[in-house]
């Protein structure tokens, strides 16, 4: 319960309660202030319109493996995507880092269980993985396996990044270049319930073989429920598990590195029908879902909503979100304070940085991205 009380303390009593001493700052990794690039709308928001000042890391969203030889056997159009990407990214002042993902929500789990059950297909994978990144200049891959479905395929994503981190780490010393840094998009706790089996992500083998974990602090809440409103990425819960505090605090339990921890941030809110105008909090009774693509609305969406409809918008200090409504249309997303709430929660408690889902889903100005950065303050380097 320590560790309860510390992070209570640190985001609501005072912030310097967890901050570090200079000799342990000297050997804190620099932050990580990443943003996925969904590359299917590159003609809308092409690379060339990051604003690289604002991140440290940006990920290509995503490759997958051929299902018949684990490779990436890439068509035209993708390698040309990625030559742009990681080429126009190189050219802008600062750099960023690029990394690309594979897989993806609703990607084919059952393939990367096939890949990851063999020594053999996970070298193949896996010297694809490297090949291609080397290739096109990136400086990472994260793997992004939604999700190990129980015991074996956990034992199997453990061997997967034991034997990626190994290859690496010896490709890197064959050519005398940096090694390329291993990530992985994890689910929001580092174990849970499924159909009656626990399944518990490999805590030591994560540890030793991943740079970072991308952790997925969001959709809590969404169209599988609608009979009431929701805050998707609530930092706390008073009454169910379903909220980023309670994730840490099991990834942190289970003996991952807080450094190895990156906390993510949404840029898109979820929306519901009110079942009563008059009735609009957090947990509200609904009847559907509400305004946006199955009840999905990026933030720009979620601003054009409210100004174009004068919704009324409230802060839940509570779950440390924000919610607009407007007559039966409610939608519960993180603005501008929630999402600073959330950097200096990550920073308080000693987490590596912060990665939003996704980097076109911000405002034209950069509103969230700048004030995450400007949250973030670099005092300890
Ligand atoms: C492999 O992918 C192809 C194309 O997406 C699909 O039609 C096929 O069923 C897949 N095969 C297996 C074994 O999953
Ligand atoms: C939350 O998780 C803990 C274990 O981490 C469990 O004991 C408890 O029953 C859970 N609570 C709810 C409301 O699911
Ligand atoms: C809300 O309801 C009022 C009264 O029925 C209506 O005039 C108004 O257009 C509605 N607003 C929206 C955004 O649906």
Known sequence: MALLKLLMCSVFVSLTLT??????????????????????????????????ALFTHVYFAFLMPSNRSFTFDLPESTAAQLSQFTTSLRRKTPPVKTLFSIGGGGSDSALFARIASDA???????????KTARKFG????????????DTTEMKYFADL????????????????????????????????????????????????????INVMCFDY?????????????????PHTNLSSYYGLRSWISAGVPRNKMVMGIPLYGKSWTLKDPYVHGVGAPAVGVGPGD????????????????????????????AYSYVNTSWVGYDDIKSTTTKVEFARANGLRGYFFWALSY???DWEISTQASNAWVDDQY
């Open 19 to 52: 901050s570090f001493s200079p000799a342990r700052a000297a050997q804190m990794p620099p932050p990580v202030k990443a943003a996925y690039w969904p590359s299917w709308f590159s003609e809308s928001f092409p690379p060339s319109a990051i604003n690289t």
């Open 362 to 364: 911000d405002s034209v």
């Open 161 to 212: 990044i034991t034997q990626w981190r190994k290859t690496i780490d010896r490709e890197a010393k064959l050519t005398s270049r940096p090694p390329l840094l291993l990530s992985a998009a994890v689910y929001y706790a580092s174990e849970f319930l499924i159909n009656g089996e626990r399944r518990s992500f490999p805590a030591a083998e994560i540890s030793k073989s991943l740079d970072w």
């Open 138 to 149: 990136f400086d990472g891959l994260d793997l992004d396996w939604e999700f190990p479905k």
């Open 294 to 321: 199955d009840g999905i609305l990026t933030y720009v969406q979620v601003k054009e909503f409210n100004q174009k409809t004068g919704a009324t918008v409230v802060y839940d200090i509570r779950t440390v979100s």
């Open 120 to 130: 053999k297909s996970r070298q193949i994978f896996i010297d694809s993985s490297i």
């Open 221 to 237: 809440h969404g169209s599988w429920d609608t009979t009431a409103t929701g805050a998707h990425a609530a930092l706390f819960d």
